[in-house]
């Protein structure tokens, strides 16, 4: 599953920074977002405080297609800003869901940017408003700010606790008052979210590679469940505070931010994510050797996988797939002539590389199938003697609820066939492997799973949801009895 294929890919919800006391703040916001544009190329968003008063600027498309404009960051004045990247799993696609999200309260004027999805958020909308609340998005997030708002028990950051109390699922998340830059990550710290600073000044954002772009230092990782709350003085200094007001749970981070989200530049939890990457393909190797006379990754995100089993391999690695990096969304209006040429857009085979050898195909993971078996065709048509496929994950056998756009489980390629044979036949390689759970546990950590207490949440994998599903009983042809069938069978 490579890098923003037309239909077989995982998308994430978003990305978040978040800067104060910085006479740049909005300029810093905007490279910072461009840095995480892998995270969501929905939409973008930018919320900043000069003073006196919120200015915000919320558009469709890429940073780049706006916030290189100099008058779109001149109507962002102030030393304080936030801002969103965004691809939507939760809330229809329309300018009204784009964050940061604003609203005035009654404890002041407060912005929120938020990364990951509300697993009870439908079950709090509906509560809200049936007590009278009047919803203007679809987007979870505008719950945490109506919570909020009915919270009684102080100021903003203690009632921005209040609300996140209520919250099953996962979020990081950057709010920002007339004062204050508050981050906060859920109890299991799902979703990532780092601390940083520059010039003295703190900043927040979802990848270390938001702070490589701007030459800000990287101080640590906000811990599961930690609340950071930053105060700009009247004097121009900044009091940071520190809290943990959840009840204490063990960390438990997305595997998906090393197999696929996460920029391979950037580093995760300590870990360099190129370095685990590569470690998969390694291990893959170990786990699924070949015959093979070239290793060819499927761009982008098989490449460091791809390199790590060359390594191990002693096969020979080339670009046998070269990517189009210059074709958008809205190429060409998209008949069913020109979807079948979908693949061919972004991506073609260097049959140089490719006739008359035998190839193993790398690629990151695999959700329906659809763009593997367009993949593999290419190959075959490129003049490929065989064509072996390993992938540098598990199998993927249940939906994820988190903030990772991903198909109902019947329509997932490890559940759509009952057999590792019948997935070959389908994609139509000659063989087909998938590292192991294990084998991934081990290229991040140099352990196993440990089956009593994971070390990360691993539920499309393995079905074990660390969290509630409160809003999924029932709905999207999903149930929790589902789920418990879907293990059974596993």
């Known amino acids: 599953m490579s890098d923003y294929f037309i239909s077989d890919n995982l998308r994430e919800e978003c990305g978040i920074f978040g800067i104060l006391g910085h006479e740049d703040a909005s300029k810093l916001t905007a490279l910072g977002l461009h840095a995480l544009q892998h995270r969501g190329q ?16 919320k558009h469709m498309g890429l940073v780049g297609d706006h916030y290189t404009n100099a008058q779109t ?50 079950t709090l909308r509906s509560e809200l408003i049936k007590n009278g609340a009047i919803c203007q998005t679809t987007s979870d997030t505008e719950v945490i700010l109506h919570l909020l708002a009915q919270s009684r028990v102080g100021n903003a950051p203690k009632r921005l606790i209040e609300a996140l109390k209520q919250l099953e699922g996962a979020y990081s998340l950057v709010a920002m008052t007339r004062s204050k830059l508050i981050a906060a990550r859920d109890p299991f710290g799902i979703r990532p979210l780092i601390y940083g600073e520059l010039d003295g000044k703190p900043i927040f954002a979802s990848e270390s590679c938001a702070l490589d772009i701007i030459g800000a230092n990287f101080i640590r990782d906000v811990k599961n469940g930690e609340v950071i709350i930053c105060e700009k003085q009247s004097d121009g200094t900044i009091n940071i505070k520190s809290i943990e007001p959840f009840a204490k749970k063990p960390q438990r981070l997305c595997l998906f931010e090393y197999v696929y989200f996460a920029r391979p530049d950037s580093i995760v939890e300590g870990r360099s994510v190129y370095s685990v990457r590569k470690n998969m393909g390694k291990n893959l190797f170990l ?24 390594q191990a391999s002693n096969i020979p690695f080339e670009y046998g797939i070269i990517r189009n990096h210059y074709v958008g969304r809205t190429f060409i209006e998209p008949t069913q002539q020109i979807r079948a040429l979908g693949v061919k857009l972004k991506h073609s085979a260097n049959k140089e590389q490719i006739n008359g050898k035998k190839i193993v195909l790398i690629d990151d993971s695999i959700v329906r199938g659809t763009t593997s078996l367009k993949i593999v065709r290419m190959m ?31 329509k997932l390629l490890a559940n759509q066939y009952k057999t590792l044979e019948e997935m070959r036949a389908y994609i139509d390689v000659d063989s087909l492997a998938f590292l192991s759970v294990d084998g991934l546990y081990n290229a991040i950590c140099n352990e196993p799973r440990n089956n009593q ?4 949440t691993d539920h499309y994998f393995t079905g074990d949801y660390p969290t509630p599903l409160t809003d999924l009983s029932g709905k999207n042809g999903v149930s929790m009895n589902k789920i418990a069938l879907l293990k059974e069978a596993v």
């Open 380 to 410: 075959r048509d490129a003049g490929a003697k065989e064509v072996h496929m390993r992938v540098a994950c598990p199998m993927i056998k249940y939906s994820d609820y988190y903030g990772i756009d991903t198909p109902n489980p019947d």
């Open 287 to 310: 786990e699924a050797p070949v015959d093979a006379e070239v290793v060819v990754p499927v761009p982008d995100g098989g490449t460091p996988a791809a390199i790590g089993y060359a």
């Open 73 to 122: 960051l001149a109507n962002l004045p102030g030393s304080s800003a936030i801002g969103h990247v965004r691809y939507s799993t939760t809330g229809d696609t329309v300018l009204s869901n784009v964050q940061p999200l604003f609203a005035e309260l009654e404890v002041g004027g407060i912005a929120i940017a938020h990364n990951g999805n509300i697993t009870n958020g439908q």
């Open 453 to 456: 207490s994971p070390q990360f």
């Open 42 to 57: 929905e939409s973008a968003g930018i919320v900043s405080f000069d003073g006196k008063q919120f200015h915000s600027e």
